[in-house]
Each structure stands twice: as C-alpha cells, then as structure tokens.
C-alpha cells in the first residue's frame, strides 16, 4: 500500500468500470482494504489519463470528469425520499433516500428527522449514522397514526450531517481523576477487577 502496510490479495477480477458514462474493462487485485477502488498507473496509462489538478478534473480516455476536494463536501445537508412509499397505520419500516449533494464512497453521516411535512402526517423518523455506499441511505421510519400515510418521492426525509470517522487508538495507563458518585463507586470497582483479570489473560 501507499503508506506501507502490507496486504494479502484475494485473487484478481476482470470488471466492467463504469467512470462518467465509459465502461472501462480492467483487471482489479482483490484485497480487504477500506478504499473500494485504487486505479493504479498502468490504468491511467492504458485509458490517457491525465490529472488536472488545479481545474478539479481529468481526462480519461477524451472525456473529461469532475473531480471533488473532500474539504467541499458540505457537512450538513438534506435528504429526500427516493421513490414513493406508503406506510401502514402503528408501523415501522425502513424506505430510502438519496442525499441532496453529491458524496464521496464511504462518507459516514447522522441522519435526523427535522421534516416538519413527516411530523405534521405523524411519521418519525430515526436517528441513525450511515456509511454512504455510493446509491442511497436506509431511513427507518414509523407511521405513528391510525391511517396509511404516502410518502412522496423527492419529499425532504430530514437532513444529513457528515461525522468525522478515524480509528483512535491508545493504551491508557492512568486513572481519570473523577468524582463519582457513592453508589456508582462500588460499579467502578467491579469494572477494574474485571478488566485486570482480561488484561492479565491477554
């Protein structure tokens, strides 16, 4: 990898790339890394690839493609109802929605209800963190009334908010100085009985 690891592919695979309208049939190594794709150099050779990074773009085989700096992804923005869906009277379901923005594969997200159109029919919908897998965002939702109630598609479901999501790793050799509670302290001392005993076995 780029910044040193070593991965052990899987195998190899010829697909269909489908990049702004031109399928591109390429051998891709088959490896568990969290990038979906990495186009390497012998793709950019084979396909005329070139990077124009100060007009946010490159040429990929005579047609040129709009590229996006993470830094421009909104952090907060709306999300709408992909196609139109009716919800039974005292139930829950999960619909779909499409984000208002264009995102990158991978961009992690809160989903929140503030629709007021949903509040007013009487249908909640839940809080929840997504991972955007490139087509559309599942939103679990529940028909709090006695009637059916239809959806529209693009209806606004609520808004998205980007989350920062980075392994934070660490070993903690020191106690927080914390004031706790009388009847939390007897909890607390389970706990680090506990925790030296996995620790000791590990």
Not at 66 to 74: A, M, V
Not at 111 to 132: E, H, P, R
């Amino acid at each position: 990898m780029a910044d040193g690891h070593n991965v052990r592919p899987l195998g190899t695979i010829k697909l269909p790339l489908l990049i702004d309208n031109q399928y591109i049939y390429q051998i891709f190594v088959v490896a568990d890394i969290d990038i979906p794709v990495v186009l390497g150099y012998d793709f950019m050779y084979n396909n005329q690839c070139v990077i124009d990074v100060p007009n946010k773009n490159l040429l990929l085989n005579s047609q040129t493609v709009d590229c996006h700096l993470e830094s421009q992804i909104p952090s907060l923005f709306k999300i709408s109802i992909d196609k139109q869906v009716t919800i039974p009277p005292n139930s829950e379901t999960i619909i779909h929605a499409l984000p208002n923005e264009k995102l990158p594969y991978g961009t992690t997200m809160i989903l929140d209800n503030t629709s007021q159109s949903f509040k007013n029919k009487g249908v909640l919908v839940a809080k929840s963190i997504c991972t955007f897998k490139g087509d559309n965002l599942p939103l679990r939702v529940m028909n709090m009334t006695d009637l059916p109630q239809t959806l529209y598609k693009n209806t606004c479901a609520g808004t998205a908010e980007t989350v920062c999501s980075e392994n934070i790793l660490g070993n903690i050799n020191a106690e927080p100085d914390l004031v706790l509670p009388e009847h939390m302290q007897v909890v607390i001392e389970n706990v680090k009985v506990t925790l030296r005993w996995i620790n000791a076995k590990l």
